[in-house]
């Protein structure tokens, strides 16, 4: 569950794909364990054509195919088979042909986002309980003791305040998995926005960055998107993959609740007219 949290990430890699190709494989892994996978927390495909960029989430509890493992959570391939197995599975389900991984953890994100002075955030009534206890587990995981929240409305958070906020789920509310996708990007939107405004600090964490990710590109190239990233003035496009409207929610006997679709040739014309 830890780890959703690819702002940083998907910040290293908003111009990544211009110079690469023209859609890369996000993957932001809730690993607890030190050298053990754990499950794909984010899936998103960064799309750039000409000068439009687009960042297409895919819903973790997607119900596929799996090769080898059979019917299953799409977040699920990627403890079970790496990067390998989730790009095969979304190409062999969605007939996609994704090729290019970027992977990040948790486990840093929250640091970084302090480094920036932490971000702005809108915190209702509803969620403000859910929050804290996601801090609670993530102090308990790093041993220490976290700042809880102890107001809501406008607030500027920590990095670990906006890890558990972007991280809570739970079924059956308004903060169901769709929704923690929305907050996901409120999160990354607001540390993109940090960076845009702030050029010069958010260079001087440049390699703190780089150390979030793990991928084929090289540091120089790399270092060349971020400056002409803190050049622009725009944010990317967001959505989510499927929409509410093309699944329906049901409980699987020992895979637990899943999105299933209603018709995998009408989802996969609507993925691939989503990232092209």
Known sequence: ??????????????????SFASQILLIGSDSREQGKRGNADVIMVITVKENEIKLTSILRDTYVYIKGYGNGKLNATYRLGGKDLLLSTI?????????????????????????????????????????NRYIDEQASLKGI???????????????????????VRVAGTMYDDQ????????????????????????ARYFYDLWSLIDTDISISVFWDICKTFLNKH????????????????????NV?????????????????????
């Open 1 to 18: 569950m830890p780890q959703k949290f690819l702002f940083l990430t998907v910040f290293l890699i908003y111009y990544t794909v211009q």
């Open 91 to 131: 190409n062999a389900n969605f007939k996609t042909n994704l090729s290019q991984t970027i992977i990040t953890d948790f486990r840093n994100t929250a640091d970084v986002i302090d480094k920036f002075g932490g971000v702005n955030l809108h915190i209702d009534k509803g969620i403000h309980q859910y929050v």
């Open 145 to 167: 003791s976290l700042l809880p929240l102890t107001r809501t409305g406008n607030i500027k958070m920590t990095g670990d305040q906006a890890l558990a906020y972007a991280r």
């Open 179 to 202: 929704s923690r996708v929305e907050r996901q990007k409120d999160v990354t939107k607001a540390v993109l926005n940090f960076a845009i405004q702030h050029k010069t600090q958010a």
């Open 234 to 253: 725009k944010i990317p496009k967001s959505q989510v993959f499927p929409n509410y409207q093309a699944y329906t929610n049901e409980r699987i006997p």
């Open 256 to 276: 637990g609740l899943v999105l299933k679709l209603k018709d995998f040739r009408k989802a996969s014309v609507g993925l691939n007219n989503m990232i092209k």
